[in-house]
């Protein structure tokens, strides 16, 4: 048996190296889930941030142009 020991090593080292690539494919995998979650996520706050500027936007031309309505009104009255 002394002489399959180094064979039985040998297989020990395959499988060793079978399960580090495994594991690296796995780690590969895990990251770029979580960079594409991560990228999505992004782009969903930077769109809801565009919305919310331009319903931002929005209120204030409506306040100003009733504010000038309101005003011409104002004066025609006077």
Known sequence: MRH??????????????????????RALVNFLTNEKLNLEQHFHNRALNMLKSIQNY????????????????FEKVQ
């Open 4 to 25: 399959l020991s180094h064979t039985k090593e040998q297989l020990e080292y395959v499988r060793i190296n079978a399960e580090f690539d495994y594991v690296k494919k």
């Open 58 to 73: 929005e209120n204030q031309n409506l306040r100003s142009h009733l504010r000038e309505i309101a005003i011409g009104s």
